[in-house]
């Protein structure tokens, strides 16, 4: 685990261990904050971080990696920097720790420079103005709730509602259409679906474009809370010297926060509300300001974010959305439905979605699938209670074409082919938009709800049967039996 800064001489001595705490006492000079420091036995080295000076002669720091085997009286070497993380063109293809190891049997990293973990965002002055769509190939986000270019976009969801899946499904729609880089970030996620992205990735054929970085959940908090500056540091490598469009996706951005919570408990230091560590928005800001357009490339990010028991005003998803540009939501309910990807389209919402941006046309068809949806979400508790034969013959209307956009909105995705049987679809945005506003114009009410699911254009919905036409119209006895 070799960190690249020089060693000067300063030697310090263990006084205490407490789990990852690690206090030091250096006689000669004290080190800086944010200084790396070695430790432990050629075997089994120990790094450490300093994240305060105590006094003129004692540091406090935290472990980047397991702590087993320190005692005190142990000597510690100040490496006399910051930890660091290598940047240049041979990070491409290849598995990284957060030290900058590679984890894929490859062999070690040639021809690569290292840079320090931390650095400042780039300035105002030099910071891009221009707002322009970045297409992903989903009907959904696409329609409702599109990504900017060189902005942040987030993935809301608790446990097992689908935020890996879709962020893997982004990863292979875009590389394909993009000339940049991808860097994936894993921040405290299994090493299962580590290991499975990169097969995924490999069998893709996108991963020479595209470099991994992972602190996983069997890592020490500090570790954790580091990989998502490193990643960073790559990523601006690309886009500051390289001048390359770059996606950096993050998952989970929960487990920084969670890294940060258990580093600042570890320190000491007093929770504030809900347990999260007091300076839980500066840390996240430290993080998502270096993430931006300059005049010379851009930083697109995605980032999936887990909502701890799906309480959105758990602060660690209020703090989260203040610096987003669109947030996707999942939905536990839409999930349970069979309704793919579980994208709640009333809860998300994007900046980009006005006319100045996106089109007259666009914003409008955008306006008025909400809408819809919006209604039938109002007249749900009727039908439970009273049935759909209760409802005036316009508000029957509503939710035929709701139910209609519902099912259209639902996507196979290629990530997912092997458990569904279906073809992952590609839907460019003027197909998207041409399927949702026929629906909108009932070209599609004798045709059975179940024709546009799953599909990708509308071109591809099959026409009724006989039988289905001869039959009543639809959405009556369907609609009542759902929601009942």
């Given at each position: 685990?070799?960190n690249?800064?020089?060693?000067?001489?300063?030697a310090?001595?263990?006084?205490?261990?407490?789990?990852?705490v690690?206090?030091?006492?250096f006689?000669?000079?004290?080190?800086a904050?944010?200084?790396?420091?070695?430790?432990?036995?050629?075997?089994?080295?120990?790094?450490?971080?300093?994240?305060?000076?105590?006094?003129a002669?004692?540091?406090?720091?935290?472990?980047?990696t397991?702590?087993?085997?320190?005692?005190?009286?142990?000597?510690?070497?100040?490496?006399?920097?910051?930890l660091?993380?290598p940047?240049?063109?041979?990070?491409?293809?290849?598995m990284?720790?957060?030290?900058?190891?590679?984890?894929?049997?490859?062999?070690?990293?040639?021809?690569?420079q290292?840079?320090?973990?931390?650095?400042?965002?780039?300035?105002?002055?030099?910071?891009?103005?221009?707002?322009e769509?970045f297409?992903t190939?989903?009907?959904?986000i696409?329609v409702?709730?599109?990504?900017?270019?060189?902005?942040?976009a987030?993935?809301f969801?608790g446990a097992?509602?689908g935020?890996?899946?879709?962020?893997t499904e982004?990863?292979?729609?875009m590389?394909g259409?993009?000339?940049g880089?991808?860097?994936?970030?894993?921040?405290?996620?299994?090493?299962?679906?580590?290991?499975?992205l990169?097969?995924?990735?490999?069998?893709?054929?996108?991963?020479?474009?595209m470099a991994?970085?992972f602190?996983?959940?069997?890592?020490?908090?500090?570790?954790?809370f580091?990989?998502?500056?490193?990643?960073?540091?790559m990523?601006?490598?690309f886009?500051?010297?390289?001048?390359?469009?770059?996606?950096?996706?993050?998952?989970?951005?929960?487990?920084?926060?969670?890294?940060g919570?258990?580093?600042?408990?570890?320190?000491?230091?007093?929770?504030?509300?809900?347990?999260?560590?007091?300076?839980?928005?500066?840390?996240?800001?430290g993080?998502?300001?270096r993430?931006?357009?300059?005049?010379?490339?851009?930083?697109?990010s995605i980032q999936?974010?887990?909502?701890?028991?799906?309480?959105?005003?758990?602060?660690?998803a209020v703090?989260?959305?203040a610096?987003?540009?669109a947030?996707?939501?999942?939905?536990?309910?839409?999930?349970?439905?069979?309704l793919?990807?579980?994208i709640?389209?009333?809860?998300?919402?994007?900046?980009?979605a006005?006319?100045?941006?996106?089109?007259?046309?666009?914003?409008?068809?955008?306006?008025?699938?909400?809408?819809?949806?919006?209604?039938?979400?109002?007249l749900?508790?009727?039908?439970?209670?009273?049935?759909?034969?209760?409802?005036?013959?316009?508000?029957r209307?509503?939710?035929?074409?709701?139910?209609?956009?519902?099912r259209?909105?639902t996507q196979?995705?290629?990530t997912?082919?092997?458990f569904?049987?279906?073809?992952?679809?590609l839907?460019?945005?003027?197909?998207?938009?041409?399927?949702?506003?026929?629906?909108?114009?009932d070209?599609?009410?004798?045709?059975?709800?179940?024709?546009?699911?799953?599909?990708g254009?509308i071109?591809?919905a099959?026409?009724?049967?006989?039988?289905?036409?001869?039959?009543?119209?639809?959405?009556?006895?369907?609609?009542?039996?759902?929601?009942?």
């Amino acid at each position: 685990m070799e960190n690249k800064a020089t060693q000067p001489a300063n030697a310090g001595v263990i006084v205490a261990v407490r789990g990852s705490v690690v206090d030091m006492r250096f006689d000669k000079q004290l080190p800086a904050i944010y200084t790396l420091l070695r430790t432990g036995t050629a075997a089994q080295p120990v790094l450490l971080e300093v994240l305060a000076q105590r006094d003129a002669q004692h540091v406090r720091g935290i472990a980047l990696t397991p702590t087993q085997g320190l005692a005190r009286g142990m000597a510690v070497l100040d490496t006399g920097g910051p930890l660091q993380a290598p940047v240049g063109k041979a990070l491409l293809s290849r598995m990284l720790d957060v030290f900058g190891n590679a984890i894929d049997r490859q062999g070690d990293l040639a021809a690569v420079q290292w840079r320090s973990v931390h650095n400042a965002p780039p300035p105002l002055a030099r910071r891009s103005t221009q707002a322009e769509i970045f297409v992903t190939g989903i009907k959904v986000i696409d329609v409702l709730m599109p990504l900017e270019r060189g902005g942040k976009a987030g993935l809301f969801g608790g446990a097992g509602v689908g935020k890996t899946v879709l962020l893997t499904e982004m990863i292979h729609n875009m590389i394909g259409h993009q000339e940049g880089v991808s860097i994936f970030c894993g921040i405290g996620e299994r090493c299962r679906e580590g290991e499975e992205l990169y097969r995924d990735m490999q069998a893709a054929g996108v991963l020479p474009n595209m470099a991994m970085i992972f602190g996983q959940m069997n890592e020490p908090p500090g570790a954790r809370f580091r990989v998502g500056h490193a990643a960073l540091t790559m990523a601006e490598y690309f886009r500051d010297d390289e001048h390359r469009d770059v996606l950096l996706l993050i998952d989970n951005i929960f487990r920084f926060i969670q890294a940060g919570m258990e580093v600042s408990g570890l320190m000491g230091q007093m929770p504030s509300r809900l347990g999260y560590q007091p300076t839980l928005s500066t840390e996240l800001a430290g993080l998502e300001e270096r993430i931006a357009n300059t005049d010379t490339g851009a930083i697109t990010s995605i980032q999936a974010v887990y909502v701890p028991a799906d309480d959105f005003t758990d602060p660690a998803a209020v703090h989260t959305f203040a610096h987003l540009s669109a947030s996707i939501v999942l939905s536990r309910k839409r999930a349970g439905e069979g309704l793919f990807p579980a994208i709640d389209p009333l809860q998300s919402s994007s900046k980009m979605a006005t006319p100045g941006i996106v089109g007259e046309r666009h914003y409008r068809l955008a306006q008025d699938i909400r809408r819809t949806l919006a209604q039938y979400e109002e007249l749900k508790d009727i039908i439970a209670m009273l049935g759909l034969e209760q409802l005036s013959p316009e508000d029957r209307n509503v939710v035929a074409r709701a139910r209609r956009l519902e099912r259209f909105l639902t996507q196979p995705f290629f990530t997912t082919e092997q458990f569904t049987g279906l073809q992952g679809k590609l839907v460019s945005l003027e197909e998207a938009l041409d399927g949702c506003e026929r629906i909108l114009h009932d070209e599609f009410k004798d045709y059975p709800e179940s024709a546009l699911y799953m599909i990708g254009a509308i071109g591809e919905a099959k026409p009724p049967t006989p039988a289905q036409a001869a039959a009543t119209p639809t959405p009556v006895s369907t609609a009542h039996a759902d929601v009942a």
